[in-house]
């Protein structure tokens, strides 16, 4: 896990330069502080998972203008809503034991998410005239259109979550970082 860790680190951090030298935005600033809460995750697959998102979204989607490419915006809105309930699922699983509510809590985390997120771009819009959600063009239409997308790629993880529980639990349940030592049995 700390290789492919590395690896992803390395890319965002390559693509960040290039990106730079070709062209400086204020988005290289929003990428490299995008990396602070790396500092607060323990966990490798957590820490994967978030350098793989941000990647797509902050480095990918707005600094090398990947969101001008027909659906990268929906394909980032739908992977947004499959995370945020496989994170939901793993940090409220304990807390709350009816699988029912559990799977209607998750889906209402990951809708908050989304809603919190297009009312970012709104601010975005009306602080700094940068139309994310493209107002000017679509009006609303773009906003629904993200929550939507974000909401079924949510209700998708959930199906695949009530479908194979135990999948979901053997994946987020990792050893702990030991390094590899000798065994201290002594052979006869």
Not at 101 to 118: G, R
Not at 168 to 177: A, F, H, I, T
Request: charged letters at 10%.
């Amino acid at each position: 896990m700390k290789t492919i860790y590395r690896i992803l680190m390395s890319i965002y951090l390559l693509t960040l330069l290039y990106t730079t030298i070709t062209n400086f935005h204020l988005n290289l600033i929003v990428s490299l502080l995008l990396l602070i809460p790396l500092y607060f995750i323990h966990d490798y697959l957590y820490q994967i998972e978030y350098i793989i998102y941000i990647y797509l979204t902050q480095v990918l989607g707005t600094t090398c203008h990947f969101y001008n490419l027909p659906f990268y915006d929906k394909v980032m809105h739908f992977l947004s809503g499959m995370v945020f309930v496989c994170m939901g699922y793993v940090f409220l699983q304990k807390y709350i034991p009816t699988k029912k509510i559990l799977y209607l809590m998750i889906n209402c985390v990951e809708m908050s998410i989304a809603f919190l997120w297009e009312i970012f771009e709104y601010c975005g819009l009306i602080l700094f005239n940068y139309d994310a959600s493209h107002h000017y063009t679509t009006g609303v239409h773009d906003t629904m259109q993200d929550m939507i997308v974000s909401l079924i790629g949510g209700l998708i993880i959930t199906y695949f979550i009530y479908k194979f529980p135990s999948y979901m639990c053997n994946l987020y349940r990792l050893p702990p970082n030991i390094p590899d030592e000798a065994s201290p049995q002594q052979h006869t």
